[in-house]
């Protein structure tokens, strides 16, 4: 077993060196021109843990897939650089009318798609129209959680193209997290015709600056520079790879040899000596995520409130953050972190207390514990830097309390897809936010509309549903604040999960990038991007 593992490491070392010599530095690679400096790089390594799974932004939920597909295709809305703040993307300028049900959206003009056809109004009809028609939940599974459902379950009434470059979006009520759920990559537009005609999946066509190239499955993903991108002057670069580099040392030691330009998955233990790194710069994400364990609800003994609770006084939360995030995490008490707003800082956290664990089991008719599995993912995550290791520190938590853990492990496309279905009893997860709002923690990972897609408790609760679903629609900001804050003291009492930790994700790179700024959606364009 470990063996294997050497040989296909070695072997993705090999390749990332034959890319190296190939284009990253290469004189010959044909650089861009236009990158506003001497450097004659033009491409850009970003090494990864794990591959994407597909890459139709509006099929995946998992954040490895987004950040190809970000780069191909783009929204109505956009992010600003390094924010949650909205700025115009595909469409130039909206208004509201009709007290907040209706948005008109001015779409921008002589842009194409990669394949040679017209963006305009008929094409976001279309998109729109693909994603409310879903099948099912599990074709499209973003959707039904930001919008409420499929078809006439969805809040969206009907999409209309107006002229050739203006489109309508009705709502059946007002929407307060409407604009930031379409900044959001699942909600990208993609050509039609590439729609009916094309491998999606595999090879997506939108209007983003950089167009697919390749795709080597578990190993890289190559994108080229779009020639025809409507933002004049942009991208600066040629080429952007995505390098699978499974382990976090591996990875790094691609970086200091040259052979990566960018890594995620940085172990915390590992930042003080990439800053005394002269050729290296450290960059950290804006915190906007929480880890945690997720009980599967459906389950016993998990379907037991008693249980649950018991259990989140198992955890020592603090120990887990001294020893895998080097102080760049704080230990979690909410299902949201508190960089959010409706954060509800009053709720006061299950404290460290095996004894009180062993006798709260005890009362829900476990005096002598349970054997239990936890499953977790094997590769790291912003918010699990280091998952084996932080299920082997719970599975040592949980003995104290007298749970027997057996930890089951699995690589990244098959775990999420395994969650999804809610066959795992017990799982370590976590959430980077797609927009900052609320809802995008409380409604996609909590709320029964979720189940089948986020929810990957299957937490249902009645109460909570009203809440949130109020929250949607309240125009007043304070008052749907307090209803979130509400929620959470709901979530907090039926613990379907213990909230672990809120992390702070460092990213390494090359010193010579410039005009990198990292997104607290974990996602980010990189046509701004090029090398002094």
């Given at each position: 077993?470990?063996?294997?593992?050497?040989f296909?490491?070695?072997?993705?070392?090999?390749?990332?060196?034959?890319?190296?010599?190939?284009?990253?530095?290469?004189?010959?690679?044909?650089?861009?021109?236009?990158?506003?400096?001497d450097?004659?790089?033009?491409?850009?390594?970003y090494?990864?843990g794990?591959?994407?799974?597909r890459?139709?932004?509006?099929?995946?939920?998992d954040?490895e897939?987004?950040?190809?597909?970000?780069?191909?295709?783009?929204?109505?809305?956009?992010?600003?650089?390094g924010t949650?703040?909205?700025?115009?993307?595909?469409?130039?300028?909206?208004?509201?009318?009709?007290?907040g049900?209706?948005?008109?959206?001015?779409?921008?003009?002589?842009?194409?798609?990669?394949?040679g056809?017209?963006?305009?109004?008929?094409?976001?009809?279309?998109?729109?129209?693909?994603?409310?028609?879903?099948?099912?939940?599990?074709n499209?599974?973003?959707?039904?959680?930001?919008?409420?459902g499929?078809?006439?379950?969805?809040?969206?009434?009907?999409?209309?193209?107006?002229d050739d470059?203006?489109?309508?979006?009705?709502?059946?009520?007002?929407?307060?997290?409407f604009?930031?759920?379409?900044?959001?990559?699942?909600?990208?537009?993609?050509?039609?015709?590439?729609?009916e005609?094309?491998?999606?999946?595999?090879?997506?066509?939108?209007?983003?600056?950089?167009?697919f190239?390749?795709?080597e499955?578990?190993?890289?993903?190559?994108?080229?520079?779009?020639?025809?991108?409507?933002?004049e002057?942009?991208?600066k670069?040629?080429q952007v790879?995505?390098?699978?580099?499974?382990?976090?040392?591996?990875?790094?030691?691609?970086?200091?040899?040259?052979?990566?330009?960018?890594?995620?998955?940085?172990?915390?233990?590992d930042?003080?000596s990439?800053?005394?790194?002269?050729?290296?710069?450290?960059?950290?994400?804006?915190?906007?995520?929480?880890?945690?364990?997720?009980?599967?609800?459906?389950?016993?003994?998990?379907?037991?409130?008693?249980?649950r609770e018991?259990?989140?006084?198992?955890?020592?939360?603090?120990?887990?953050?001294?020893?895998?995030?080097?102080?760049?995490?704080?230990?979690?008490?909410n299902?949201?972190?508190?960089?959010?707003?409706?954060?509800?800082?009053?709720?006061e956290?299950?404290?460290?207390?095996?004894?009180?664990?062993?006798?709260?089991?005890?009362?829900?008719?476990?005096?002598?514990?349970?054997?239990?599995?936890?499953?977790?993912?094997?590769?790291?995550?912003?918010?699990?830097?280091?998952?084996?290791?932080?299920?082997?520190?719970?599975?040592?938590?949980?003995?104290?309390?007298?749970?027997?853990?057996?930890?089951?492990?699995?690589?990244?496309?098959?775990?999420?897809?395994?969650?999804t279905?809610?066959?795992?009893?017990?799982?370590?997860?976590?959430?980077?936010?797609?927009?900052?709002?609320?809802?995008?923690f409380?409604?996609?990972?909590?709320?029964?509309?979720?189940?089948?897609s986020n929810?990957?408790?299957?937490?249902?609760?009645?109460?909570v549903?009203?809440?949130?679903k109020?929250?949607?629609?309240?125009?007043?900001?304070?008052?749907?604040?307090d209803?979130?804050?509400?929620?959470?003291?709901?979530?907090?009492?039926?613990?379907?999960?213990?909230?672990?930790?809120?992390?702070?994700?460092?990213?390494?790179?090359?010193?010579d990038?410039?005009?990198?700024?990292?997104?607290p959606?974990g996602?980010?364009?990189?046509?701004?991007?090029?090398?002094?």
């Amino acid at each position: 077993m470990k063996k294997s593992l050497l040989f296909f490491i070695g072997a993705i070392v090999m390749v990332s060196i034959a890319l190296v010599g190939c284009s990253s530095d290469s004189d010959s690679s044909g650089s861009s021109g236009n990158s506003g400096g001497d450097s004659t790089q033009d491409t850009l390594i970003y090494g990864r843990g794990a591959d994407a799974t597909r890459l139709d932004p509006a099929r995946v939920t998992d954040g490895e897939s987004l950040k190809v597909t970000q780069q191909v295709m783009e929204t109505l809305v956009n992010f600003k650089p390094g924010t949650t703040d909205l700025e115009p993307g595909l469409a130039t300028d909206w208004e509201q009318k009709d007290d907040g049900k209706t948005y008109v959206f001015q779409l921008r003009e002589d842009v194409k798609f990669q394949d040679g056809t017209d963006f305009n109004a008929d094409a976001v009809v279309y998109n729109f129209e693909r994603w409310q028609n879903g099948s099912s939940e599990d074709n499209f599974a973003y959707y039904p959680s930001m919008f409420g459902g499929f078809g006439d379950d969805s809040v969206i009434k009907d999409v209309e193209a107006v002229d050739d470059h203006t489109v309508e979006i009705h709502l059946k009520t007002p929407f307060a997290p409407f604009l930031k759920n379409l900044a959001m990559t699942p909600f990208a537009i993609g050509s039609p015709d590439a729609l009916e005609n094309g491998n999606f999946e595999k090879e997506p066509v939108g209007t983003g600056p950089f167009a697919f190239d390749s795709w080597e499955k578990n190993s890289k993903i190559v994108l080229k520079k779009n020639e025809d991108y409507w933002n004049e002057g942009k991208p600066k670069l040629n080429q952007v790879i995505f390098q699978v580099i499974p382990d976090n040392a591996s990875r790094l030691n691609a970086l200091k040899n040259g052979e990566i330009d960018l890594m995620d998955g940085v172990n915390p233990s590992d930042v003080a000596s990439i800053e005394k790194n002269d050729a290296l710069t450290i960059w950290n994400r804006p915190p906007l995520n929480l880890g945690y364990l997720g009980f599967n609800v459906e389950e016993e003994p998990f379907d037991d409130k008693a249980v649950r609770e018991a259990l989140s006084y198992a955890v020592d939360k603090d120990a887990l953050v001294d020893a895998f995030y080097a102080g760049n995490g704080e230990s979690a008490k909410n299902p949201m972190p508190p960089t959010i707003d409706g954060f509800n800082d009053d709720i006061e956290p299950y404290e460290f207390d095996p004894d009180k664990a062993k006798e709260k089991l005890a009362d829900a008719g476990y005096p002598d514990g349970f054997e239990m599995e936890l499953w977790t993912m094997t590769n790291p995550r912003p918010y699990l830097p280091q998952p084996e290791k932080i299920a082997e520190a719970i599975q040592s938590s949980f003995g104290k309390a007298g749970v027997d853990v057996k930890i089951k492990t699995m690589e990244w496309s098959t775990y999420i897809e395994k969650l999804t279905d809610g066959e795992s009893p017990a799982f370590l997860m976590g959430w980077t936010g797609d927009n900052g709002d609320a809802d995008n923690f409380l409604y996609s990972l909590l709320d029964e509309d979720s189940i089948g897609s986020n929810n990957m408790s299957r937490y249902a609760n009645k109460d909570v549903h009203k809440l949130l679903k109020d929250a949607q629609t309240e125009p007043d900001d304070d008052k749907r604040m307090d209803l979130y804050k509400e929620a959470q003291e709901i979530i907090h009492e039926e613990a379907p999960w213990i909230p672990l930790v809120y992390a702070e994700e460092p990213l390494a790179g090359n010193a010579d990038m410039q005009d990198y700024q990292p997104n607290p959606t974990g996602s980010e364009p990189f046509d701004e991007v090029s090398f002094k």
